[in-house]
C-alpha cells in the first residue's frame, strides 16, 4: 500500500483525491493547498487529513509519495523539497515554464534517486497507448511520418493566457511529449507557425492560437502537429502514423456509441468529450497505476523527469521558430 | 452488336435507353410507347425510331432483343410475344402481380428458347454482389443468418399503390430475390406481420406500409426482412450476412465521402441516395452489360423467368402469412 | 450509506462484490456462498464477513440490501426469505426457469414492500440508454421497427446448456427486457424460428442455437430479434430504432479507437469486448448505482420484479412458437 | 457538339478518349501521337482519324479544341501552336517543370484569347468538390486550418522520376491546387522538409519520397501538407477543412460499401482504388463536361493557365525551402 499526499486541491487535484482513493494499492493520507478550505473539503470526503504545511508531510515517515497538483509555477520548490526529503513524485506537466528553472531543479535532485514521474497522462491513454504498442509490434512496419492534431474545446480565459507561458509550453507540450513517445526518437528540427485566427486578444501577448509545427527526427522520420485553441464539436485528439505497412489512427473515443440518421444526415454522432478530465479519465487512473507498481516494483517510472525537460526544450524551439520564422535545431541535452 | 427495341418510355425506360445508347456492344433501334410523344422524344434524343405498333418490331428480323419497361400488365402479353418473334427480352420486374398468370406464360414460352431475362437489378449492384462473392469465396465460412433492410425514400401516391398488388409483390419482391441470391437456398417457410404507421390509408385497401419476415431454408438459414414504405434519411438498402466464421455487410453507398462535424453533432455524412434510379445506376448499367454478354457468348441469361416466378411465389406467401397470421409453407415448382 | 450481503460468489459475484466496494454509498458487510472457500476468499479480499448461512445475514438488522447472484435455481427460495425479513433486493436475471414458480414468488412477496430490482443489466448501458432516451426525446419521431442484434461470444458448454432452460430463457430474455425498455409496449404477439447452425448437440436436448424472431405491440410497432450463440468476432450486441422522423443505432462499444489499413484491407478496427462482464461493465456499475439511489431516495427500483415476470412470459410464447410453429399471442398478467 | 482532336494516345490519353466519346455534347475527330500504331489503334476504337502532324489537326478549321495528353516537355509548344491556332486548349497538368518556360508560353499566347483549361482534375471530384462547396456555403464558418493527405500507391521507377522534377512538380502539385481551391486564396510562406523513406535510390538524384509543407496565407489560414510516393492500402487521397464553427472532411471512396468483420478484426473495408484513374474516373468526366460547358456557353474555363502556373511556382518554393531548410515567400505573379 503507497501512503500518498496531494499537494493542490483544484479541479485536477480532486480528480487525482478520487483516483488514489479508488485505487486498491494505495492511501490518500494528507492533502495541502495554500487555500485551506479546498484542503478540508477534499481531506474530509476521502477520509485523509488537511495539513498547514508541506514540511508536515514531508517529515512524515509513512508517506510514501507527493502528487503535485499545484499550479505550476510552484512545482519546482515543490519537487526539489520532495526529493531531498526522499519522498517519491509524481507531478503534472509542465515542470516549469522556464527550461533554466528546470535544469537547476535537475542539478539538485537528480542524486536522490527518488523515483519521479511527469503527468504526461496521454501516454497512458488506452487508444493512444494500443496505437503505440501496435506500432511497435511492427503492424505497420517502419513509421515513416505521423500526424498530431490537437484541439482544445475552448480557449482559456485570457487572464490565464497571460501567464501560461504560450500556446507551446502550455498545450502542445503534451504533444511534443506524443511526438517522442510514438517516434522513439527526438526531434532534430522544429518548425512553427501560428495564426491568431479565434481570439484576437491574444496578438497582444505575443501569443497565437491556431499553430502548425513539422518536426523531423535524426532517422528521418517526418512529423506535423496541428493545434487549435478553440474546436465547436469537443475535444479533438488523434494521432495517426503512417508506415511503409499501413496506418494506424488513434481516433477519438465516443461518450457513446449511437448513432443518428435523419432528413438533415445521417450517422451523425455524438460530439467529442468536453475536455481532457473526461476523455483522459481511463489514462488518469492508468497513469496512477503505473506510478504505484513501479514504487511497488521498485522499477523506474516513466515518463521521466528528463523526458519532461525534453518536451520543454521542444517548446522553447517551438517558440523561437515561431518568431524567427526559421527552422530550429534542437539542442542535446 | 446487339440491336434493341425499347418498349415503354417512361422514367425507368429513359433510363434504359441511356444505358443502351452508351453500351458499346448496342444499340438502340426502336422506341415503342403507347403514349406516341414519350416515344417520339425518347427515339430522337438517342437516334433510334419511333414506332407506333409492337407487331413493327418484332416483325424486323435486325432486332435481336427487346427491353421490356411497360406498365406491369402488359409484361405478360409482351413477353409472349416477343418469345414467339424469336426476340431475346429482357423484361422489368415484376413480370406480373398474378402467378397463375406467370406460370400460363412460362407455360406458353418455355419452348420458344429465347434468353429472357428479368430485371432484378440488385444482384448486379456492385455493392451486394461484392458482398454475395465474398460469401461464396467462403470468407466468412457457412452462412446462418441473413438480414435484409429495404426501406424506400417516400411512400408512393395511394393511387398507384391500389394496382401495386401490394407491398410484398411490389415492393418486397426484389428482397426475395435477394434472400435467392445470397442464401443460394429456396425458402421453405414464411412468416409476415406488417402495419400501417406511415398512411393510414392503406389499411382501407388491405394493405401495410411497414412489414417484417422471417425465412427459412431447407438447410436452417435463417432470414429477417424488414421493409418500410417511407424512410426519411433516403433510400436505405443493406444486407448483413452472418455466418460461421464471420460477418460481411452490404451498407449504403453514399453520394460523396464528406462527413461534416459540429457543434452539433460529429461525422454525419449525406443523406442516402433519393431513389432507386441513382441507387442503383451502376447495378442497371451492369444488369445490361450481363443480358447483352449471355447473348453475344451465348449462354444462358441470369436472372431468369424462373427466377422471377420465384420471387412471385414468395410474395403470394408472404401475403398469405399476413392475412393468416400464420407461417407458409411455400410449394416447390 | 447502504449495507450489502452479497449472495453468491461466482464469477458475476465478484464482479458485483468490487461494484460494491468501489461504490461511494455502499458497504459489503457480508459473503455467502455454499462454497465456503469462495465466500471466504472474497470477503477477505473486500474486508467483509463470510457466512456459512444466509439466515445470519438476514438476522442483522444492520443489512440493508442483498444482492443475489446465486444459481438460477435458488433465486426464488432467496428472493422469498430476503422479502419477508425486509431487506431490499437485487437478483441477477432470470428470477426463475418457470413461470408459474415465479409467480408463486410473486404471490408471497408482493405484500412485502420491500424494493425488487431485476438484474436486466443492458438498461443501464450507457449506449443502449442513451438511444432510449434519445428515441422518448423525439429524435426520431414516432418508433416504427426495432432490430435487436444478440449474439453471443461463444456457445456455452452442452452441460450447462442442458440446464439453462432453453436459448430463448437463458440469452434471449435481455432482449425481450430491451424490447420492452425501448417500444415501451408490451408484445401482443411472438413468432419464433430457430435451428441448431452452431453446434449439433443442441437438437439432441431439443435446444436451438440460431434463432430469430418477430414481436408486435398493441399499436403495431415491429420487432426482429437475432440471436446466436456463437460469433467469431466477440460479444455483438445492437439495437436500430427506426421511426417516423429518422433511425437510432446502439452500435457495439470498442475496446478503443484504433483502426488499421494495411495492403489486406483498411478501417480495420479490434475485435468486440469478448464478454457480458467487460461489455456491460459500465452498465453494472450503473445498475448498483440505481438500486442504490432508489434504496436512498426511497423511490421505486427498476427494472421491477414484475419486468422480470414478463420477459419470462415472452420466453415461454418464444419457446411455444418455436415448437408449434405458429405465432402465439401473450397473455395479460 | 464540340470537335475535338487528342495529342497523345498513351494511358491517360486513352482515358480522354473514352471520354470524350461517351460525351453527348462531343466528338472526337484526330488522334495524334508522336507513336503512330498507338494513335491508329485509339482512332480506330472511337472512329476518328488518326494523323501524322499536329499542323494537319490546327488547320482544320473544324476542330474547336485540342487535349494535349502528351508528354510534359512538348506541352509548351502545343499550347503555343493551338493557341495560335485558335483552338480551344483542355491541357494535362503541369505546363512544364521549368516556370521560366511557363512565363514564356504565357507571352506568347496570352493576347490569343483562345480558352486554356489545366487538367487539374481533383477540382471536379465530387468529394472534393463538396467540401469546396459546404465550405464556401459557412457549413464551418471561417476556415482556419486545412490538412490535404497526398500518397501515392507505389512509388513510380526510378527512370521516370529522375525526369519528373522532383516529387513538388511531379506530384504535390496538385495539392497546391488544392490548397489554392480550398483556402480561396495564395500562399505566401512556404515551408518544406522531406526524406528518402521509401526508396533510397531516389537521394542519388537529389529527390526525397516522403514530404511535409506547412503553407500560410495573407489572412493567417494555415495549411498541411504530407507527402508519400508509396502506401500499401492504396490511393490515399483525403481533405481536413477545420473551422471556427466545425470540420469538413472529405474521405476517401470505396470501391464498395462491404465491410467484413472476422475473429481477426471488425468493420474491416476494401483498400481504396488503386490510382488516379480509377479514384478520379468522375473527376476526369466533370472536368471534360466544364471545359464542353465552358466552350458552348463562352464563359471562361477554369482552371486557368494562371492557376497552372502558380501552382508550379509553389513547387519552385518547396523545392528551395527543402534544400535551403528556410522558410520561403512566394513571389506575386
Known sequence: MINFALLGAGRIGKMHAGLISASAQANLSYVFDTYQPAANELADKYGATAVESVDQILADDSIDAVL???????????????ALAGKAILCEKPIDLSTDLVRQCWDKIKDCQVPIQIGFNRRFDPTHAELQQQLNQGEIGELQQ?????????????EYLRHSGGIFRDMI??????FRFITGEEATEIHAIGSTLIDPELAKIGDVDSVMLTLKTASGKLCHINGARRCVYGYDQRLEAFGSKGMLQSNNPRPNSVTKSTAANTDAQSVLNPFFIERYQAAYRAQL????NA???????????????????????????????KSVTIAKL
Open 289 to 292: 497505476d503505473s506510478f504505484i
Open 173 to 178: 507540450i503534451h504533444d511534443f511529449d506524443m
Open 295 to 325: 514504487l511497488i516494483k521498485k522499477v523506474p517510472t516513466s515518463p521521466s523527469f528528463i523526458d519532461g525537460m525534453k518536451a520543454q526544450m521542444m517548446a522553447d524551439a517551438a517558440q523561437e521558430s515561431l518568431t524567427s520564422g
Open 146 to 158: 505521423l500526424i498530431i492534431t490537437s484541439r482544445d474545446p475552448d480557449i482559456a480565459p485570457a
Open 68 to 82: 503535485i497538483a499545484t499550479t505550476t509555477d510552484t512545482h519546482v520548490e515543490l519537487i526539489i523539497k520532495s
